[in-house]
T-cell receptor, first 111, second 111 residues
């Protein structure tokens, strides 16, 4: 089944404790993105990647890192999480010019 | 940066009625996409319309695109309670395939 998977689905952590949210797709898509969704603000892109070893900042990249060492994986790294990074995070992938496929979301709470 | 802006922000209709949602954008686009999101879940792609297309249908969905007015509309005919969800338009501009989402429309369909 074609899908985007994210792990973990739920995470509660404390300020400053490094964490990684994994994202994987099995559709051989070149393009992958991370978004965060907050009430009243819609979806905002954090980082995106157009292919292996090619990543670029989205609209709200501060406090986040990503890597794209393999085509299928695009982990999101929070080196030192802060409470303002409490949010619902989505990973997505697509082939160029086509619709994005979204993962189920990761709900992160930073205390 | 917000490209698509949906209108209205919230819409409440009776089952069986048609629902019309609008999206306006600012810069030229490659294509425009509509997504649906049930509460707290991942976004699901509904329909994609390219800049050289004016109208597209998919089941009970009809999307129009007016590039001269930089606007699109999504019509859901014969709405059902199960159509209750948030709907987002997203624009794709240029060669980098970056998707920019609006803040979404909350649709409530009363049984």
């Amino acid at each position: 089944e074609a899908q985007v998977t994210q792990n973990p689905r739920y995470l509660i952590t404390v300020t400053g404790k490094k964490l990684t949210v994994t994202c994987s797709q099995n559709m051989n898509h070149e393009y992958m993105s991370w978004y965060r969704q907050d009430p009243g603000l819609g979806l905002r892109q954090i980082y995106y990647s157009m292919n292996v070893e090619v990543t670029d900042k989205g609209d709200v990249p501060e406090g986040y890192k990503v890597s794209r060492k393999e085509k299928r994986n695009f982990p999101l790294i929070l080196e030192s999480p802060s409470p303002n990074q409490t949010s619902l995070y989505f990973c997505a992938s697509n082939s160029f010019g086509n619709e994005q496929f979204f993962g189920p979301g990761t709900r992160l709470t930073v205390l | 940066s917000q490209q698509g802006e949906e209108d209205p922000q919230a819409l409440s209709i009776q089952e069986g009625e048609n629902a019309t949602m609008n999206c306006s954008y600012k810069t030229s686009i490659n294509n425009l996409q509509w997504y649906r999101q049930n509460s707290g879940r991942g976004l699901v792609h509904l329909i994609l319309i390219r800049s050289n297309e004016r109208e597209k249908h998919s089941g009970r969905l009809r999307v129009t695109l007016d590039t001269s007015k930089k606007s699109s509309s999504l019509l859901i005919t014969a709405s059902r309670a199960a159509d209750t969800a948030s709907y987002f338009c997203a624009t794709v501009d240029g060669a980098n395939s970056k998707l920019t989402f609006g803040k979404g429309i909350t649709l409530s369909v009363r049984p």
